[in-house]
């Protein structure tokens, strides 16, 4: 059938195809009538030449594409109106409406001749730019030319019969018979032989119904090719129209053999998503651009307990009303979801508590292809209550380890550090940040023995735990003890996959007990001392009562003496004979009796002062050695301090002068009153050992110990003329070990046990004030209870 009585006799279905592929094509097209002038144009031709459809239809072609605005018209296309052979012209130029050209190759079709219809196709093709590298692409535009002279499907017109009257020559393509086969066979029956048994009888009745009812014929069968294979074809007419006297239709008839084929592929992998989403743990849920639901899944049906009604209706409404039900919070829930809804291109992530107890995970993402086309949103709800429930147990095991008071410290195998607790941080003086990646010997300090390391990595090696005393270094360089136990961590397989240490801080524990090493080695002098001075006192007391007793028998025998003396003096030498006055005189010159007796009663005096200094000390060693009760006691801080005056003398008296201030009114402590006079001890030591470091030999400084009643408690105050404590020192003064003496001279346990007496046995507090040159003052106060 000429393509000119298609485009005004076919039905307007085909009508309206031809127009689709004339808009598709890419090269421009128009119809010529018999005196050259164009009757359409494609939308591709006005955007070749910027001229209009209107300014198009009616005018001449040679005149508006073949002539320069500075030319006469020139009869190009006169010649090819007359042949009847398709003819082509190569390398033309063709003239815009802006009055530029391009070069074009063109084609003329002719058609039938009639006057005032479409007797030829004309089509442009702009070769500009155009190289050897699109020929493949032109070769494709000709295809598309022959598609429009041929149609680009089977065009069929079958009569009431169902007998075919014509069928375009495409068919030959689909079925392997020709045109002519199909319709001059031998009953006109040869195209319902074709059709495969199981769909003739669905056909064979819509085709009735086509004529009977004028019901749209549109059916999907299968036919036989000349060959014996099955092809699935796509048949379509719409309406019926008399043609002397006879009942005609025209379908057109598409191949969809290789889309039945993507469709059955595409079933096929419907099922096999189906049954994937349905077997997922996950609940699925697709929603197009509409809000209906494409897609969902049964683990979405029990996750949110879902009616069947509501299961099986299209829309989404109804299920978002049913879940807005279950949760904890729907308000929160349903603003999510219209936000989502009027941000297609945002994606999404949120935990929702159900009113069951159930926690679930929501995911949703839109649906997007490579140019931002929104399809839809894809919404995932995953049940993660064990989960939940799992994580807050980690959480809180978490939490413990890191509040554990001991550090923890966990390697990988190589030795490189991965975590550490809070506690770490806080006896290391080292943040996280600072130690993560690293190895744990920067920890190391020369205190420990390279033995104690070689042992524990041969015990960890061999899969045991280690255990012992490490002494690390910090952050500050300051050394502190630990109490480590370092096990390794396996896995299934047995192999290690991580080491574990866990350190007590044990410094405070070896500064008490290396106090209590001091204090057993002062309580055994305290002892050994308390023994010496009751051995003392005996003999003391014999040479006491015995210069006593000298004392007054001298007083009695010097006044013997005297009188003596008086009577001899008072006698003539008839009554004493010369000879006998004589030898008095020479006794009484030898024995110097006039010194003896000025100097005897002093000599007995000092002898007497020293027995009772000796008693004092003596007395003063038994009170500060008395050994402790373990329970507080009233004492006299006065009385204490005074007795400690006296023990530590030696220490003071070669290079200061002691003086005291005591508060006659100072009420009774309750003390531990030996762990007290220790204290004092240390600070008369301490003072009388700063004075050294500062005065020259031969010259003394000062010592002055005062007591006040406060109105909390008592307050002790120590000063000394000493060099005073540096300022870089004075916040080390209480720590354990500290000492800025030479080796030797000291151990840096004083303060530090004085630290311990005052504030932590007694509840008192204890500070210094010092300026260097000046001297320090000590305070101490005990609250009174």
Avoid at 130 to 150: F, H, M, P
Wanted: proline content about 4%; overall charge negative.
């Amino acid at each position: 059938m000429p393509l000119s009585q298609l485009l005004h006799d076919s039905p307007e279905v085909l009508r309206q195809e031809l127009e689709l592929i004339l808009h598709a094509i890419r090269e421009g097209i128009c119809g010529l009538d018999s005196e050259g002038c164009i009757t359409f144009c494609n939308p591709s031709l006005l955007d070749l030449t910027g001229y209009s459809a209107r300014e198009l239809v009616g005018a001449d072609i040679d005149k508006v594409f073949f002539h320069s605005p500075l030319t006469s018209v020139t009869r190009i296309s006169r010649p090819f109106l007359v042949s009847p052979e398709p003819l082509r012209a190569s390398h033309c130029q063709v003239w815009r409406k802006d009055g530029s050209s391009f070069p074009c190759d063109y084609w003329i079709r002719p058609l039938k001749q009639a006057a005032g219809r479409t007797t030829h196709i004309v089509t442009f093709q702009d070769r500009t730019d155009l190289s050897q590298a699109n020929e493949t692409a032109l070769r494709k535009e000709l295809r598309y030319g022959r598609i429009l002279a041929n149609l680009p499907d089977v065009a069929r017109t079958f009569d009431r019969t169902r007998r075919t009257t014509y069928i375009s020559p495409k068919i030959e393509t689909i079925l392997g018979f020709t045109s002519e086969e199909l319709r001059n066979n031998e009953d006109g029956k040869l195209w319902e032989k074709q059709i495969h048994p199981s769909d003739l009888a669905c056909v064979l009745k819509s085709y009735d119904e086509l004529f009977q009812a004028q019901t749209a014929f549109d059916e999907e069968y299968r036919m036989r090719t000349k060959l014996g294979t099955w092809v699935w074809v796509h048949e379509r007419a719409c309406t019926i129209y008399t043609e002397r006297g006879v009942l005609y239709a025209d379908s057109i008839l598409i191949d969809i053999t290789s889309g039945k084929k993507a469709q059955l592929d595409l079933q096929s992998q419907a099922a096999f998503l189906e049954s994937i989403t349905n077997a997922t743990t996950e609940g699925i849920l697709v929603v197009n651009q509409q809000g209906e639901k494409i897609l969902q899944n049964r683990t979405l049906s029990k996750l949110f307990r879902i009616p069947e009604d509501i299961w099986e209706d299209k829309n989404d409404a109804p299920l978002l009303q049913h879940v807005l039900q279950s949760v904890k919070d729907p308000d929160t829930f349903l603003a999510q979801v219209n936000y989502l809804y009027q941000h297609p291109d945002e994606v999404s992530r949120d935990e929702i508590e159900m009113k069951s107890g159930s926690t679930l995970d929501r995911y949703t993402a839109p649906v997007i292809d490579r140019t931002g086309k929104y399809y839809g949103r894809v919404w995932t709800f995953r049940d993660i209550t064990d989960r939940r429930r799992y994580e807050n147990a980690l959480k809180q095991l978490s939490a413990a380890v890191d509040q554990s008071p001991s550090s923890i410290l966990i390697t990988d195998t190589s030795g490189t550090i991965t975590y550490v607790n809070r506690a770490f941080t806080e006896s290391s003086g080292y943040a996280p940040h600072e130690v993560l990646g690293k190895n744990p010997n920067m920890l190391k300090s020369d205190k420990t023995l390279p033995e104690v390391y070689k042992q524990m990595w041969a015990t960890l090696n061999s899969g045991g735990v280690w255990r012992g005393e490490l002494c690390n270094r910090k952050k500050s360089g300051e050394m502190y003890w630990v109490f480590a136990t370092i096990f390794p961590v396996t896995d299934d397989n047995g192999t290690v996959t991580q080491f574990i240490g866990i350190q007590e801080d044990i410094t405070s524990r070896r500064v008490i007990e290396e106090q209590l090493r001091q204090a057993q080695k002062l309580e055994a002098i305290g002892q050994l001392a308390a023994g010496i001075a009751h051995e003392i006192n005996t003999p003391t007391q014999f040479v006491n009562d015995n210069l006593t007793f000298l004392q007054d028998t001298w007083e009695s025998v010097h006044r013997l003496v005297e009188k003596y003396r008086t009577v001899l003096s008072g006698l003539s030498d008839a009554a004493v004979s010369s000879t006998v006055r004589s030898e008095l005189c020479k006794a009484e010159a030898e024995a110097d009796l006039e010194f003896v007796a000025a100097e005897t009663p002093k000599a007995i005096s000092q002898a007497l002062e020293g027995a009772h200094r000796i008693s004092r000390i003596v007395r003063a060693m038994k009170e500060f050695s008395h050994p402790d009760s373990s329970e507080k006691a009233l004492a006299d801080l006065n009385q204490a301090i005074e007795t400690t005056i006296t023990v530590a003398r030696n220490e003071w008296k070669y290079v200061a002068e002691l003086e005291t201030h005591f508060d006659p009114s100072l009420p009774p402590v309750s003390c531990h009153i030996g762990e007290v006079n220790q204290v004092v001890l240390n600070l008369i030591v301490n003072a009388a050992h700063a004075i050294r470091e500062k005065v020259k030999e031969g010259e003394k400084g000062r010592i002055t110990i005062s007591t006040h009643t406060r109105p909390e408690g008592v307050e002790i105050a120590i000063t000394d003329t000493g060099a005073g404590i540096p300022e870089a020192v004075r916040s080390r003064v209480f720590e354990p070990f500290f000492t800025t003496k030479e080796v030797g001279k000291g151990t840096g346990q004083g303060l530090a046990l004085a630290h311990n007496v005052v504030v932590k046995r007694h509840g008192g507090k204890i500070w210094f004030e010092s300026e260097v040159g000046r001297g320090t003052t000590f305070y101490l106060h005990f609250p009174i209870s």
